[in-house]
């Protein structure tokens, strides 16, 4: 089956700086690729996602890339700010396979003013 | 509030003991699927529904866990003989068949075996 690792776990930036979280997969099928956001006692909410036809998706101030020859894909935040402290979580999934996602194991970063 | 719902938010039972958890998903989200994360993990998968049909359980789901989801709407997942392995936060999440497939997922119950 799939296996997700992500890294690092911990990360603290300064406040407006960038930060950059890493995961590889396992499986070449996997296609999709969503970025989950939790917070301390909270529901994951999805940030930002990818599929497999794109190399980069941006958002404001959080971009995705996916590089599907290597496996890997990562998220990038810029202009760090206090209230993105949170674990944040990748994970990859199969569409039209019932899309069940496998999720790395979380990082914790953390913006310090 | 229209998003994923569950309840309980919290249950506390002791050893060998039979609980039960409900999910509510988005209206008119066909698949349903359940997760379960521990303290410093990422979910995990559990099982997934479209519509009333159970298409996949995960090799973590002992015979102890049974989940139904018996009108396509509402789901349940029972835990028999809970052992004290099994606590955790159990997440539901929604999503809708088509091309965006993003899971929605619910506030989780915590569930605590002493």
């Known amino acids: 089956g799939e296996n997700v690792e992500q890294h690092p776990s911990t990360l603290s930036v300064q406040e407006g700086d960038s930060a950059v979280i890493k995961c590889t997969y396992s499986?070449?099928?996997?296609?999709?690729f969503p970025w989950y956001k939790q917070e301390l006692g909270k529901r994951p909410q999805l940030i930002i996602d990818?599929?497999?036809?794109?190399g980069e998706k941006k958002d404001q101030r959080i971009a995705v890339t996916l590089n599907k020859t290597a496996k890997h894909f990562s998220l990038h935040i810029t202009e760090t700010q206090p209230e993105d402290s949170a674990v944040y979580f990748c994970?990859?999934?199969?569409?039209?396979?019932?899309?069940?996602?496998?999720f790395g194991t979380g990082t914790q970063l953390k913006v310090e003013l | 509030d229209t998003g994923v719902s569950q309840d309980p938010r919290h249950k506390i039972t002791k050893r060998g003991q039979n609980v039960t958890f409900r999910c509510d998903p988005i209206?008119?989200?066909?698949?349903l699927y359940w997760y379960r994360q521990t303290l410093g993990q990422g979910p995990e998968f559990l099982t997934y529904?479209?519509?009333?049909?159970?298409?996949?359980k995960s090799r973590l789901l002992s015979d102890r866990f049974s989940a139904e989801r018996p009108k396509g709407s509402f789901s349940t997942l029972e835990i028999q003989r809970t052992e004290q392995g099994d606590s955790a936060m159990y997440l539901c999440?929604?999503?809708?068949?088509?091309?965006?497939?993003?899971?929605?997922f619910g506030p989780g119950t915590r569930l605590t075996v002493l």
């Open positions: 209206s008119e989200h066909n698949r």
């Open positions: 999440a929604s999503s809708t068949r088509g091309n965006t497939d993003t899971q929605y």
């Open positions: 499986d070449s099928a996997s296609n999709y």
């Open positions: 529904f479209q519509n009333e049909a159970q298409l996949e």
């Open positions: 994970a990859a999934g199969l569409t039209g396979g019932g899309n069940k996602l496998t």
């Open positions: 990818i599929r497999s036809n794109v």
